[in-house]
């Protein structure tokens, strides 16, 4: 029997249509502002991973979507454990051109533009969990099947490590998403939180980097990605930070992307869109952005000279 990796009670296929002017000059209000576009579409990409410990009690951690069905988590969250269920987030909405496939939608925007919600049909582990090679490497993947096939996928950066230049990164600032255990809670509630990178480490276990950001250090957060401001996924929480076997509170840290780009390499879970670009897409995007800071440099002197 085989099983679709994504599924939809009302499914129409096809690329979604174009957007209407209307529709267009809507969408464009909500793009203007990057922390609530992450807030929306990234939360989505998010689910919450209930399992059952050694120990017969529950613990819940976090992992999220990179296309195709395939989701990355951290490994402990998995190994040694029995995966109770995977819930992901469907209490957000996406544009039609956030869409991978026409659908219905479910709903209007102040009545105007139509949005659609998310629809997982008994979303459950197809495949997996696979593992980094690395037994010491903290990263793992599955893929789910039942999920919507619209459901959002984050980007994964492509700062290898032997690229990282410290001063690059301190003190930029991404979004965490992740679910912690909340009090009277009845369901796990997913948290976002705005973190700041504070240093950059090198350590003596393994050649990953690992970026040390100021924010929640709580159980619930680990596999959970931290969204960058510059439009990616920065690294994974793994662990928060500690001396002597004290965690050092308002610290954690979060591994780089390297191992998260190895783990769905040697499975062959690559989804296309986490592919690294071309020769000839590098070159083009280059050319943008030197063709954007000359434009903004022109701006700039043309306004000085009025």
């Known amino acids: 029997m085989n099983e679709s990796l994504v599924t939809n009670e009302w499914p129409e296929g096809g690329p979604p249509r174009p957007m209407t002017p209307e529709e267009a000059a809507r969408r464009a209000e909500w793009s203007e502002d990057f922390q609530r576009l992450i807030l929306r579409v990234g939360a989505l990409a998010c689910a919450a991973v209930v399992v059952k410990l050694p120990s017969g009690d ?44 026409e659908a219905r939608t479910g709903g209007m925007l102040n009545g105007e533009i139509p949005i659609w919600s998310m629809h997982h049909e008994k979303p459950h582990v197809l495949r997996g969990p696979f593992f980094h090679n690395d037994d010491a490497i903290d990263v793992a993947a599955f893929v789910m099947g039942g999920i919507d096939r619209n459901t959002p996928a984050m980007a994964l950066g492509f700062h290898y490590d032997d690229w990282i230049v410290d001063a690059d990164w301190l003190l930029t600032k991404g979004i965490v998403f992740g679910y912690p255990p909340v009090p009277t809670a009845k369901d796990p509630i997913q948290l976002a939180a705005t973190v700041e990178v504070n240093g950059v480490v090198d350590t003596y276990r393994d050649r990953y980097v690992r970026f040390v950001v100021s924010g929640p250090s709580r159980g619930g957060f680990s596999g959970g990605p931290v969204f960058h401001e510059r439009g990616f996924v920065l690294g994974m929480v793994i662990e928060s930070l500690e001396q002597f076997g004290k965690p050092e509170p308002g610290f954690f840290t979060i591994l780089s992307i390297e191992p998260l780009h190895e783990v769905l ?19 083009a995007m280059a050319r943008e952005e030197l063709e954007a800071r000359q434009a903004a440099r022109a701006a700039k002197r043309s306004g000085s000279t009025e």
Request: net charge negative.
């Open 58 to 101: 529950e613990g819940i951690g976090t992992a999220f979507h990179v296309g195709e069905g395939v989701y990355l988590t951290a490994r402990h969250v998995l190994e040694d454990n029995e995966v109770l269920s995977v819930l992901p987030y469907s209490r957000g909405w996406i544009f039609r051109d956030e869409l991978i496939e």
């Open 265 to 283: 390499e040697q499975h062959g879970l690559t989804p296309q869109r986490q592919l690294p670009p071309t020769v000839e897409e590098t070159i």
